[in-house]
């Protein structure tokens, strides 16, 4: 782990925080007093060896050091270094801990090593949003709601211990309230920074499996106890509000526990990572991925207006 500024907050936004939003993001890194010395654990070590074109560790910490070193109130970690989707360009990514909270940012580096990009990498064409769309067509397990002939379809990845999920909700129920011929598809992705996550999208997906009608009274009534849930109370609370749902609780606990549900969740993250999830709420609607629920609610019911209106 390296240590970053105290003004990073103004700072990243310049470099690595353009392609942040008010989302929850993945996992804070870990402090490690050994990491001065230029050590770190990004996993793909072993690919950015084998390709002239991924810059090492080693370098991406000693540009970090030299952006960001004069101060010590935060901390960054590489978590991964790619290819980039966009031939050529590698792809970093860096998990950041302030004291506003974790994020996790990325930036490209030029095939000459000598230039990093800062923004996100977008489909193009004249229909770039078709491929993100096949995927989620094809992947989707989750609950849903809708005409399943849909012109429209929406998906979104959530993570029920998210404040920022919570927020988001009243939003999507008026949108759909709005827009009822729209198809909505609900999709767990738990962040590795919650302790609870994974276990209730486990509650989740048994529950929607059980009583799709019921789901949705669980998934409101989750976000209600969101801030009464701990890690070790978990199991209690969940199984309670599956039971005021209206599904017997026993049966879903018995559920949680079967290595296919485990599965089943497991297939909605990958499913996620696939389409470039990286933060929750990520809501797709018909491919086109909208990274920040918070925009204003007249240009989302446009946006799914817009694709109503170019069919399947």
């Known amino acids: 782990m390296h240590r970053l500024s105290a003004h990073v907050s103004l700072i990243l936004p310049l470099l690595l925080a353009a392609l942040a939003s008010p989302q929850q993001k993945s996992a804070p890194p870990r402090q490690n007093p050994a990491a001065r010395t230029g050590t770190s654990s990004a996993k793909p070590a072993a690919t950015a060896a084998s390709s002239a074109n991924l ?97 429209v379809t929406i998906v979104e990845f959530s993570d029920l211990q998210c404040p920022h999920c919570k927020e988001a909700q009243p939003i999507i129920e008026k949108l759909l309230t709005e827009e009822p011929k729209a198809r909505f598809v609900f999709q767990s992705f738990p962040l ?13 997906d048994c529950v929607g499996r059980s009583s799709n009608d019921a789901f949705w009274k669980f998934l409101q009534k989750t976000y209600d106890a969101q801030s009464q849930i701990t890690e070790a109370n978990a199991d209690e609370k969940l199984t309670g509000i599956v039971n005021d749902s209206g599904v017997k609780g026993a049966d879903i606990a018995a559920c949680v526990a079967k290595p296919d549900t485990a599965a089943r969740v497991e297939h909605s993250v990958a499913l996620g990572k696939s389409v470039d999830v990286t933060s929750t709420p990520t809501v797709f609607i018909n491919g086109r991925k909208i990274g920040n629920i918070g925009i204003p609610f007249d240009v989302l019911k446009s946006l799914v207006e817009f694709q109503a209106k170019q069919g399947k």
Do not use: C
């Open 55 to 151: 810059p090492s560790e080693e370098t991406v910490n000693a540009f970090l050091q030299q952006m960001f070193g004069y101060d010590s109130s935060a901390s960054w970690k590489v978590a991964e270094i790619k290819p980039a989707i966009a031939e050529g360009l590698a792809e970093v990514t860096v998990s950041v801990s302030t004291p506003q909270g974790p994020q996790s940012n990325k930036f490209y580096v030029t095939p000459d090593g000598r230039h990093a990009v800062i923004g996100d990498i977008i489909p193009f064409g004249p229909k770039p949003f078709a491929d993100a769309r096949q995927e989620l067509e094809k992947g989707v397990n989750g609950p849903a709601r809708g005409p399943a002939n849909s012109p």
């Open 192 to 204: 590795p920074s919650h302790n609870w996550a994974a276990k209730a999208a486990a509650y989740a």
